[in-house]
């Protein structure tokens, strides 16, 4: 990791966004705080940097994915998260289905057209086993309890002369960064994670930030225009990449991404708090290509996700061996 890029204090991609009224700059101010946390994990994310600088290119954040359970007692899921979201000024803009991995995914985007898209997913319980059911519902008892009214309406009164804008901000990062429920147990997780890794993912990271997207299209020089020139340098700086990219060459939409990092995640193992190694999150990268308007006729930029290149990339923290 080059840990002279953090001593620089380099800005997060959402501060060269200009925001049009207050709520929009807290809403780009809680990206770039769960941004610092997540770059601090995800070392590739270093080296990306280093070399969009090295060329003087720029970038921005595609999207950002979250994962959530989907349950009835206490009721959880995606509305756990779009939420907050919604009273930001997030729409819900595209639904998508995967039923081999009993996941369903909603995308919300802003009416700014640089603010990233969300992508949250929640994985339906009640399809799972019983024993997998019972993990999930142990650890969902001690859920803290969901989002307030008041906090949802500050949200969307947020005006320039907010005072409450520092607290608000602390609290939804805490949402996003802390693990909302009792810590789980060791053999829970692994149990767990034999029936669905995404399952597992969710019980030891919680809401966490699970990727964040650099949108190729934007790096606005030659040596790095699309995705291919992208994967050889990141490459050529050792960074671990998947080994296939999602999307043919000018299809729509394209997808790779850097190989999940791990870390050390709490856990219960015999009455006792220690840790254990978990994969956490990679960084993606997107390249987005015309499509025609059936409205207008007109060629506009592809703005969706599809299904299948989202199944595969949903794989990339599966933990090796298990």
């Given at each position: 990791m080059d840990t002279k890029l953090y001593d620089a204090g380099l800005p997060g991609p959402h501060q060269a966004i200009e925001a049009r009224n207050a709520r929009e700059r807290f809403t780009l101010e809680l990206f770039d705080r769960?941004?610092?946390?997540?770059?601090?994990?995800?070392t590739y994310v270093a080296t990306y940097e280093r070399i969009v600088q090295d060329v003087g290119a720029r970038f921005f954040n595609d999207h950002i994915a979250f994962r959530t359970f989907a349950n009835q007692r206490p009721p959880t899921g995606i509305a756990t998260l779009s939420r907050l979201f919604e009273a930001l000024d997030y729409r819900p803009a595209g639904v998508y289905d995967f039923p081999d991995k009993h996941l369903n995914a909603i995308h919300y985007q802003h009416s700014h057209p640089e603010f990233p898209k969300l992508f949250i997913s929640e994985l339906k319980t009640w399809e799972l086993s019983n024993d997998s059911r019972w993990i999930i519902e142990?650890?969902?008892?001690?859920?803290?309890?969901?989002?307030?009214?008041?906090?949802?309406?500050?949200?969307v009164a947020l005006?320039?002369?907010?005072?409450?804008?520092?607290?608000?901000?602390?609290?939804?990062?805490?949402?996003?960064?802390?693990?909302?429920?009792?810590?789980?147990?060791?053999?829970?997780?692994?149990?767990?994670n034999r029936e669905s890794?995404?399952?597992?993912?969710v019980?030891?990271?919680?809401?966490?930030?699970?990727?964040?997207?650099?949108?190729?299209?934007?790096?606005?020089v030659e040596t790095l225009d699309n995705l291919d020139r992208t994967i050889d340098a990141l490459s050529a700086a050792g960074v671990p990449m998947k080994t296939e990219i999602e999307g043919a060459p000018g299809s729509k939409l394209r997808q790779t991404a850097t190989e999940a990092v791990t870390i050390d995640v709490a856990v219960m193992d015999q009455g006792q708090a220690t840790t254990m190694p978990w994969t956490y999150a990679y960084f993606e990268l997107a390249e987005r290509n015309?499509?025609?308007?059936?409205?207008?006729?007109?060629?506009?930029?592809?703005?969706?996700?599809?299904?299948?290149?989202?199944?595969?990339?949903?794989?990339?923290?599966?933990?090796a061996g298990r």
């Open positions: 769960l941004w610092d946390r997540y770059r601090q994990r995800v142990e650890a969902l008892n001690s859920h803290r309890p969901t989002v307030s009214g008041d906090t949802l309406r500050s949200l005006d320039g002369s907010s005072s409450d804008k520092s607290s608000l901000l602390d609290e939804l990062v805490a949402r996003v960064e802390t693990l909302p429920w009792d810590l789980p147990t060791r053999e829970a997780v692994e149990k767990l890794q995404y399952a597992a993912w019980l030891v990271h919680g809401y966490n930030v699970n990727h964040f997207t650099s949108l190729v299209n934007s790096h606005g015309p499509v025609i308007d059936p409205s207008t006729g007109q060629a506009v930029r592809f703005e969706g996700f599809l299904g299948p290149q989202a199944t595969n990339l949903f794989e990339m923290t599966r933990v």
